[in-house]
């Protein structure tokens, strides 16, 4: 099996465990001199010439891995969307169909209100016992809570049982969720070299797009090969339950990766310096992770918002809002969308690529000027109705959205420190999730009903877009540069040479007080 290169050590700091250990027993002035201390340490770790050569074989297992994850909750997520009509005849007592389908959405809503639990369990977690063996935990959950879902009887089989079971099922996915997408990016962009962050990065919403194609591709083929009956009697679980053998190969990739570079360079430094560790760990609970990281955790907020916002809307209400609002035809619509992600899909490298090359910050600010300058233009143009031109409009949103789907998960792990990662970009990207992406629907359709105004969806986008704005220019350029608190991270020994060469050239005489 391949392996990761290893990393140079650096020289022992003999004062340093000693400023470490004594940290947790001291008031928080003392905290914050730790702190300051410990980003010294890495500040002085980045120049010391330390540069990890990464292993491209391991890179692309993780990139799979790490995407597979993100596919199966997507293909999750396009199964139950697709499903709605069928799950709330199946589930809830027959009547009135509006409130079957409010019932169902009511349990898949549901979710959303244990991410934020999720990214603050799962989160620390994977900052302490590692990346790897969080992640294999929540493929776990994810895989089991949606193959539970295609064995729970019908309501008429065991009545108020039935809705219970599906939505302890819906939690379980939702709780595993918290730690997925903040664990998935993490260790992608720990294992990837800086210069291809981005590129790397974008193969997770590729993920992403391919999972919620396939769900929805499924359901609309069985939709036109079996009866409704067949449908409603059977055939509406066998999406569900094709989590179970995704789940499997899901989890056999992930137990065969090793543990990020970044994260074994943070354990072997706590393994020389047990006291340290033990005092360090008391210290980054949930309240370092919020509190002692709040200005970069509302940047990751802000940056979250307008990504989950815009994704929410183009590809989770607007089919809605093509049918109920448009009175356009509902199975045309679901196709537009299908391939609307389909050419997003064809774009996501290359756009992660760009990324690279010019950096995060210019391409997340075309996508919030181009969302603040063409949400109404292109919502007019879909408002014309024609095929030709709702493709259009939805395509030019689908391409700005582009924009955050491939570089948000390389500048997302970029803001918080090693130490933190996990934790603190799990809790600020489910936090923003559950108050602003998964509401978007809910909030947007609410806000027709009160003006009458149909044109809501792209003012909503273009305030989403002007948030954005605002945490791009304070959020710094992350591009071709490595993560805080790790080496370099190159993929050739000639690549690590020249990257040592530089270091030392650029770092000087270190100063006195960085090693103490």
């Given at each position: 099996?391949?392996?990761?290169?290893?990393?140079?050590?650096r020289?022992?700091?003999p004062?340093?465990?000693?400023s470490?250990?004594?940290?947790a027993?001291?008031?928080?002035?003392?905290e914050?001199?730790?702190e300051?201390?410990?980003?010294?340490?890495e500040?002085?770790?980045?120049?010391?010439?330390?540069v990890t050569v990464v292993?491209?074989?391991?890179?692309?297992r993780?990139?799979?891995?790490?995407a597979l994850?993100?596919a199966m909750e997507?293909?999750d997520?396009?199964?139950?969307s697709?499903?709605?009509?069928?799950?709330g005849?199946v589930f809830f007592?027959?009547?009135n169909?509006t409130?079957?389908l409010?019932?169902?959405?009511?349990?898949?809503?549901a979710a959303?209100?244990?991410?934020?639990?999720?990214g603050?369990v799962?989160?620390p977690?994977?900052d302490r016992?590692?990346?790897?063996k969080?992640l294999?935990?929540?493929m776990?959950?994810?895989?089991?809570?949606t193959f539970?879902?295609g064995?729970?009887p019908?309501?008429?089989?065991?009545?108020?049982?039935?809705p219970?079971l599906?939505?302890?099922a819906?939690l379980?996915?939702?709780?595993?969720?918290?730690g997925e997408?903040?664990g998935?990016?993490t260790f992608?962009?720990?294992?990837?070299?800086?210069?291809k962050?981005?590129?790397l990065g974008?193969?997770?919403?590729f993920?992403?797009?391919?999972g919620?194609?396939?769900g929805?591709?499924?359901?609309?083929?069985?939709?036109?090969?079996l009866?409704?009956e067949d449908?409603?009697?059977?055939g509406w679980?066998v999406?569900?339950?094709i989590a179970g053998?995704?789940?499997i190969?899901?989890?056999?990739?992930r137990?065969?990766?090793?543990?990020t570079?970044a994260?074994?360079q943070l354990?072997?430094?706590a393994h020389a310096?047990?006291?340290?560790?033990?005092a360090?760990e008391?210290r980054i609970g949930?309240?370092?992770?919020?509190?002692?990281q709040w200005?970069?955790m509302?940047l990751?907020?802000?940056l979250?918002?307008?990504f989950?916002v815009t994704d929410?809307m183009?590809l989770s209400?607007?089919p809605?809002?093509?049918?109920?609002?448009?009175?356009?035809?509902?199975?045309?619509?679901?196709m537009?969308?299908?391939?609307?992600?389909?050419?997003?899909?064809c774009?996501?490298p290359?756009a992660?690529?760009?990324?690279d090359?010019?950096?995060?910050?210019?391409?997340?600010?075309t996508?919030c000027?181009g969302f603040?300058?063409l949400?109404?233009?292109?919502l007019l143009?879909i408002r014309?109705?024609?095929?030709?031109?709702?493709a259009?409009?939805?395509?030019a949103l689908g391409?700005l959205?582009v924009?955050?789907?491939?570089?948000?998960?390389?500048?997302?792990p970029?803001?918080?420190?090693?130490k933190?990662?996990?934790?603190?970009?799990?809790i600020?990207?489910?936090?923003?999730v559950?108050l602003?992406?998964?509401?978007?629907p809910?909030?947007?359709?609410a806000?027709i009903g009160a003006?009458?105004n149909?044109?809501m969806?792209?003012?909503?986008?273009?305030g989403?877009a002007v948030?954005?704005?605002?945490?791009v220019?304070?959020?710094?350029e992350s591009a071709r540069?490595?993560?805080?608190?790790?080496p370099?991270?190159?993929e050739?020994?000639?690549?690590a040479?020249?990257?040592?060469?530089?270091?030392?050239?650029?770092?000087?005489?270190v100063?006195?007080?960085?090693?103490?």
């Open positions: 099996m391949p392996t990761q290169s290893p990393v140079i050590p020289p022992g700091n004062g340093g465990s000693r470490g250990a004594a940290a027993d001291t008031d928080p002035r003392q914050r001199r730790a300051r201390t410990d980003l010294a340490k500040t002085a770790q980045q120049a010391s010439g330390e292993d491209p074989a391991m890179v692309k993780a990139v799979s891995a790490a994850g993100n997507w293909f997520f396009g199964v139950y697709y499903l709605a009509v069928t799950l005849h007592p027959s009547g169909p409130a079957q409010l019932s169902t959405f009511g349990a898949f809503a959303f209100l244990v991410r934020p639990i999720g603050m799962f989160g977690l994977g016992i590692g990346r790897q969080v294999a935990i929540t776990i959950m994810m895989a089991v809570g539970a879902i064995l729970i019908s309501y008429a089989s065991i009545g108020v049982g039935a219970i599906l939505l302890a819906r379980v996915q939702g709780f595993s969720t918290g997408y903040g998935a990016s992608i962009a720990e294992y990837a070299p800086d210069k962050r981005g590129f974008s193969w997770l919403e993920g992403t797009l391919a919620y194609i396939g929805a591709g499924l359901v609309t083929l069985m939709t036109a090969l009866t409704t449908l409603h009697s059977w679980r999406p569900f339950l053998p995704m789940g190969i899901g989890l056999y990739l137990m065969r990766l090793e543990e570079p994260f074994a354990e072997k430094e310096k047990e006291k340290e560790r033990r360090a008391k949930i309240r370092e992770m919020i509190f002692g200005r970069t509302l990751c907020v802000g979250v918002l307008v989950n929410y183009l209400y607007m809605s809002y093509l049918t109920s609002e448009l009175k356009y035809d509902e199975t045309d619509a679901l537009v969308v299908l391939g609307v992600m389909a050419l997003m899909m774009v996501q290359f992660g690529r760009l990324s090359r010019f950096g995060r910050r210019p391409v997340i600010a996508g000027v603040l300058v949400s109404v233009p292109a143009l014309q109705g024609s095929l030709l031109a709702i259009l409009g939805m395509g391409l959205l924009a955050f789907t491939s570089s948000m998960p390389a500048a997302l970029a803001l918080f420190p090693t933190v990662r996990y934790g603190s970009l799990s600020g990207f489910n936090i923003s559950s602003f992406g998964g509401t978007t809910l909030v947007v359709t806000l003006t009458g149909t044109m969806p792209a003012y909503y986008m273009m989403a948030i954005g704005g605002i945490a220019l304070l959020m710094s540069k490595p993560l805080p608190g790790s370099p991270a190159v050739t020994e000639a690549e040479r020249e990257a040592r060469k530089a270091l030392r050239a650029a770092r000087g005489p100063p006195a007080g960085s090693t103490a």
